[in-house]
């Protein structure tokens, strides 16, 4: 296998280059170089917690981006951080009411990183006083909260304003590479998707008086209203490299799934395994698992056709194989460096003037798979997604106690 793939497999930097052009992922000029950026989006970020403190870390590297005002439940979080980012006092705030000061304070741009529940209220918001979103994922934990999302990013677009989900997987030199032989022909017919989405799970403590404790350290992932269930959260980064080669979103579902972790306290799903329908006939397996039995982590999508196969990773080795050509690279570090392409494509897009804000449709389409794929595996029964649009069905959270 290794003397064929040493004859077979190249790895040519033209192509690539021409891949990652094609996504406005250009390599850096000198006069692009962090030191050399003057222009200082004034930006606000929502959400301090893990992932919310640790890409401030990319924004403050870029070197685009200064830090004017951070909001977070916790006032201790907002403080932590606010002094790590230079942020004055009184630009610090708190409670669930926070994002609203953050917005009249004075920035540009916000960076939401909250539990997908607060997203649809908290995006709208920016992007009616006339703010720049950069977004985490997924965007909702139900139908409403998509097509919420879905209408914000028309009505940012309609304002000259940029709209950006933080999708990692479709920026990697090796993913485009393989998703472009894929679209060129090179496995001939498609014949079947599946992807995987593995991950050890999060803690999932008992319920308190209210709900505060479900707000820290990822344990509302555990619960599905507040963060659309473990395939919703995890595994959407492979179901939604998928989409972003197959260029449609499925039709159908049909699954089970169960709750198999030891003394769970939240009703998110941790097993699963689904088969969406698309239109044209394809098949698409996913498998989810979030159980700490065993490692590494892995999410993967792999397209297989007539003639052979591609495999887009998150962490290991983008692929494609089949009768007449092979290529193969690794993808390395994409959870930073994906990010970081992508806070430097926003840094772009608002100091450039592009409002196309071409990765919320997707971002939506995904969004709706997973929740399509959950009902399904939940309710035990072939569900459509004209069904769950139809349903429409809003989740709520008892945010009783908290403060406001």
Same mark, same amino acid.
């Given at each position: 296998?290794?003397?064929?793939?040493?004859?077979?497999?190249?790895?040519?930097?033209?192509?690539?280059?021409?891949?990652?052009?094609?996504?406005?992922?250009?390599?850096?000029?000198? &006069?692009?170089?962090?030191?050399?950026?003057?222009?200082? +989006?004034?930006?606000?970020?929502?959400?301090?917690?893990?992932?919310?403190?640790?890409?401030?870390?990319?924004?403050?590297?870029?070197?685009?981006?200064?830090? #004017?005002?951070?909001?977070?439940?916790?006032?201790?979080?907002?403080?932590?951080?606010?002094?790590?980012?230079?942020?004055?006092?009184?630009?610090?705030?708190?409670?669930?009411? /926070?994002?609203?000061?953050? +917005?009249?304070?004075?920035?540009?741009?916000?960076?939401?990183?909250?539990?997908?529940?607060?997203?649809?209220?908290?995006?709208?918001?920016?992007?009616?006083?006339?703010?720049?979103?950069?977004?985490?994922?997924? +965007?909702?934990?139900?139908?409403?909260?998509?097509?919420?999302?879905?209408? &914000?990013?028309?009505?940012? *677009?309609?304002?000259?304003?940029?709209?950006?989900?933080?999708?990692?997987?479709?920026?990697?030199?090796?993913?485009?590479?393989?998703?472009?032989?894929? !679209?060129?022909?090179?496995?001939?017919?498609?014949?079947?998707?599946? $992807?995987? /989405?593995?991950?050890?799970?999060?803690?999932?403590?008992?319920?308190?008086?209210?709900?505060?404790?479900?707000?820290?350290?990822? *344990?509302?992932?555990?619960?599905?209203?507040?963060?659309? @269930?473990?395939? =919703?959260?995890?595994?959407? #980064?492979?179901?939604?490299?998928?989409?972003?080669?197959? =260029?449609?979103?499925?039709?159908?579902?049909?699954?089970?799934?169960?709750?198999?972790?030891?003394?769970?306290?939240?009703?998110? #799903?941790?097993?699963?395994?689904?088969?969406?329908?698309?239109? @044209?006939?394809?098949?698409?397996?996913?498998?989810?698992?979030?159980?700490?039995?065993?490692?590494?982590?892995?999410?993967?999508?792999? +397209?297989?056709?007539?003639?052979?196969?591609?495999?887009?990773?998150?962490?290991?080795?983008?692929?494609?194989?089949?009768?007449?050509? &092979?290529?193969? &690279?690794?993808?390395?570090?994409?959870?930073? *460096?994906?990010?970081?392409?992508?806070?430097? *494509?926003?840094?772009?897009?608002?100091?450039?003037? #592009?409002?196309?804000?071409?990765?919320?449709?997707?971002?939506?389409?995904?969004?709706? $798979?997973?929740?399509?794929?959950?009902?399904?595996?939940?309710?035990?029964?072939?569900?459509?997604?004209?069904?769950? !649009?139809?349903?429409?069905?809003?989740?709520?959270?008892?945010?009783?106690?908290?403060?406001?």
């Amino acid at each position: 296998m290794n003397n064929w793939l040493n004859r077979r497999t190249f790895l040519k930097t033209s192509s690539l280059a021409a891949g990652a052009s094609a996504l406005g992922l250009q390599p850096l000029k000198a &006069a692009d170089t962090a030191s050399a950026r003057t222009r200082k +989006i004034k930006l606000g970020l929502v959400g301090c917690g893990g992932r919310g403190s640790w890409i401030a870390g990319l924004f403050q590297k870029h070197g685009g981006y200064e830090f #004017h005002a951070v909001a977070d439940y916790f006032q201790a979080n907002a403080d932590k951080w606010g002094n790590e980012l230079g942020v004055e006092v009184s630009r610090r705030f708190s409670t669930l009411s /926070g994002y609203k000061r953050l +917005i009249e304070s004075g920035v540009e741009a916000v960076a939401l990183e909250v539990p997908p529940y607060f997203f649809a209220q908290h995006a709208q918001a920016a992007v009616d006083a006339g703010l720049h979103v950069y977004m985490a994922k997924p +965007i909702a934990a139900d139908v409403p909260g998509c097509l919420a999302i879905q209408q &914000a990013a028309k009505t940012a *677009t309609g304002k000259q304003r940029c709209f950006l989900v933080d999708y990692q997987m479709s920026t990697d030199p090796g993913n485009i590479e393989v998703r472009k032989r894929i !679209l060129a022909g090179g496995l001939g017919k498609i014949s079947q998707v599946s $992807t995987i /989405g593995i991950c050890n799970g999060f803690p999932d403590p008992p319920f308190e008086k209210t709900i505060e404790n479900r707000l820290q350290g990822l *344990t509302w992932v555990n619960d599905i209203a507040l963060g659309c @269930d473990f395939n =919703g959260n995890f595994d959407i #980064h492979s179901i939604d490299a998928a989409l972003w080669v197959l =260029g449609q979103r499925p039709v159908a579902a049909v699954g089970a799934s169960q709750i198999v972790r030891p003394d769970p306290h939240g009703d998110s #799903h941790d097993v699963c395994s689904v088969i969406y329908e698309y239109g @044209d006939g394809l098949v698409h397996n996913h498998f989810g698992q979030a159980l700490a039995n065993q490692e590494p982590s892995a999410l993967s999508c792999t +397209i297989h056709g007539q003639k052979g196969f591609g495999t887009l990773e998150y962490w290991r080795k983008a692929e494609f194989r089949s009768d007449e050509d &092979a290529f193969r &690279a690794n993808v390395e570090n994409l959870y930073e *460096t994906g990010a970081a392409r992508n806070i430097d *494509t926003f840094y772009r897009n608002v100091t450039e003037g #592009h409002f196309a804000n071409d990765t919320v449709p997707r971002a939506v389409d995904s969004a709706l $798979t997973c929740i399509l794929g959950r009902e399904a595996a939940a309710r035990g029964t072939r569900l459509t997604m004209e069904q769950i !649009l139809a349903e429409n069905k809003k989740l709520e959270v008892n945010l009783a106690g908290l403060k406001t």
